[in-house]
């Protein structure tokens, strides 16, 4: 099991209560998989640094979790495919 810190950006047309609730479903798939989650932390909207789809803000959520390299593979895999989720970055912690 490896550590690794997800970056999310969900789309600013979402509703900031349903934003939680997008992260939790996608968080699933850690625990499905054997994974933990360590932390979630959302950041709330926020300006962006370029415009990405049009959109110049975002919701910010930071994920820290331990699993399995395929596991996160896969989530990553689904939120890239979500259409509320605008972009991901995935970063395996050195801890």
Same mark, same amino acid.
């Given at each position: 099991?490896?550590?690794? #810190?997800?970056?999310?950006?969900? /789309? $600013?047309?979402?509703d900031e209560?349903?934003?939680? &609730?997008?992260? #939790?479903?996608?968080l699933e798939v850690i625990t499905n998989g054997g994974g933990t989650? /360590?932390?979630?932390?959302?950041?709330?909207?926020?300006?962006l640094a370029y415009d990405i789809n049009k959109k110049s803000e975002a919701y910010y &959520?930071?994920?820290?979790?331990?699993?399995?390299? &395929?596991?996160? $593979?896969? !989530? /990553?895999?689904? !939120?890239t495919i979500d259409e509320k989720i605008v972009r991901t970055k995935v970063l395996r912690r050195e801890d």
């Open positions: 099991m490896r550590k690794y #810190e997800v970056m999310v950006l969900i /789309d $600013s047309d979402v209560r349903q934003v939680p &609730a997008l992260v #939790e479903k996608h989650v /360590d932390n979630t932390d959302i950041w709330g909207r926020r300006r &959520a930071v994920l820290q979790v331990t699993a399995e390299p &395929a596991t996160v $593979s896969e !989530m /990553d895999r689904l !939120m």
